[in-house]
Structures are given as structure tokens and as C-alpha cells.
T-cell receptor, first 111, second 114 residues
């Protein structure tokens, strides 16, 4: 069964600190993996996309990694800001156009 | 360029009443998705359109949910009759073509069924 598991479920850190969110997937046949940011009351917005051959991709203070062998991805946020408070959703797509969403990690940044 | 537009943003109805949600995708996007999102959960696909054709509606509860995209542009999702468990956010998303592109999401419609 295609599944995307994210951890932790929620995370609280102080402004300026770094954090790493995890995504494990059992999806086949794998096509790509996206991280989305969803602010409260808004729709998700794509941060990064990674294909099978890509190990790391950055978008400003966001850096995503992918290990296709272990089927794990992480999203690292550097020097967190209050505006980073949001849910972060890992989404995996298959070659036959199935799109599987994780439940997300709720990140709270405290001043 | 305008993003995905959804209306209404909020809707409160009593159970057993009908309700409809409207979505206008980004201009030129052939693929349109309707998702249901419960609090603290990720979006769950209800239906996916390629132009006016519903290519994946396997997760749509067809006894009470229906959707249409008659001219391959805007779309309407309907629930009749609504149940208490239908309270959720209904998200619409669009992408240029097929499932390989980034999905652009609208702000969602928050439905509360009393």
C-alpha cells in the first residue's frame, strides 16, 4: 500500500533555531517527491521537488534531501523565522500519476 | 496572474441540506483536483479532471457527492445531503497538464455542518 509517513507530528522551536522534518514513504513506482508549506487558512504551496536522481535541493532557507534507497526525505529549515510557522506536507507522486500526501508536520516558531 | 479562486470561503449549513463549492483554476491549466482536508491531516483526493473528463473519481463518495467541469475550465463540487462528518476544508488545485507538474492550490472552502 502506498503510504507517506511524516514525523514529528508537531514541533515547537525558538526563532532563529534550525529544525529538520522527516518523511518516509513506501510508494511505487516512485516519480518525484515534493514538500509543501501550508499556512493556516491557506492552500499548500510547493517548496521543492526532487526526482529519483536528486539528493539535495535548496530553496532559500529550506533544504530538502532525498535518499531513494531508504525511501526517506528530510526538510531542513535554517535560522527559522516566525513566518515559518505552518504545516509542512510531504507529497509523493508515482509514475502512474497517483499522488500520496503525508499528514504533515505542524511547526510552531516562538519569538 | 490570478491564482486558483474558490468560493465561498466559508459555509455553514444544517445536516441534510445541499451545498455547492465553486473553483476557477489558473488560466490554461488543464488538470483540476478537488481535495478534502480534515483538521491536522493532509489533503485527500476526491476527484481529478483532465479538461472536462474525470480521470480519477475512485475516492469520491458518489452516493452524496457529485462534481462537474462541463467546459473544462471552472468546476463545481456538490454534496447532497450533507452529513456532520462532511465538515472539513475542501481544496481545489490545478496544474498545467497531467500529474507531473506542481499543483497550485486555492485557499479552500471551510464547511461546517451543524
Amino acid at each position: 500500500k502506498n503510504q507517506v509517513e511524516q514525523s514529528p507530528q508537531s514541533l515547537i522551536i525558538l526563532e532563529g533555531k534550525n529544525c529538520t522534518l522527516q518523511c518516509n514513504y513506501t510508494v511505487s513506482p516512485f516519480s518525484n517527491l515534493r514538500w509543501y508549506k501550508q499556512d493556516t487558512g491557506r492552500g499548500p504551496v510547493s517548496l521543492t521537488i526532487m526526482t529519483f536522481s536528486e539528493n539535495t535541493k535548496s530553496n532559500g532557507r529550506y533544504t530538502a534531501t532525498l535518499d531513494a534507497d531508504t525511501k526517506q526525505s528530510s526538510l531542513h529549515i535554517t535560522a527559522s523565522q516566525l513566518s515559518d510557522s505552518a504545516s509542512y506536507i510531504c507529497v509523493v507522486k508515482t509514475w502512474d500519476d497517483k499522488i500520496i500526501f503525508g499528514k504533515g508536520t505542524r511547526l510552531h516558531i516562538l519569538p | 496572474e490570478a491564482g486558483v479562486v474558490q468560493s465561498p470561503r466559508y459555509k455553514i449549513i444544517e445536516k441534510k441540506q445541499p451545498v455547492a463549492f465553486w473553483c476557477n483554476p489558473i488560466s490554461g491549466h488543464n488538470t483540476l483536483y478537488w481535495y478534502l482536508q480534515n483538521l491536522g491531516q493532509g489533503p485527500e483526493l476526491l476527484i481529478r479532471y483532465e479538461n472536462e473528463e474525470a480521470v480519477d473519481d475512485s475516492q469520491l463518495p458518489k452516493d452524496r457527492f457529485s462534481a462537474e467541469r462541463l467546459k473544462g475550465v471552472d468546476s463545481t463540487l456538490k454534496i447532497q445531503p450533507a452529513e456532520l462528518g462532511d465538515s472539513a476544508v475542501y481544496l481545489c488545485a490545478s496544474s498545467p497538464s497531467g500529474g507531473g507538474y506542481e499543483q497550485f492550490f486555492g485557499p479552500g472552502t471551510r464547511l461546517t455542518v451543524l
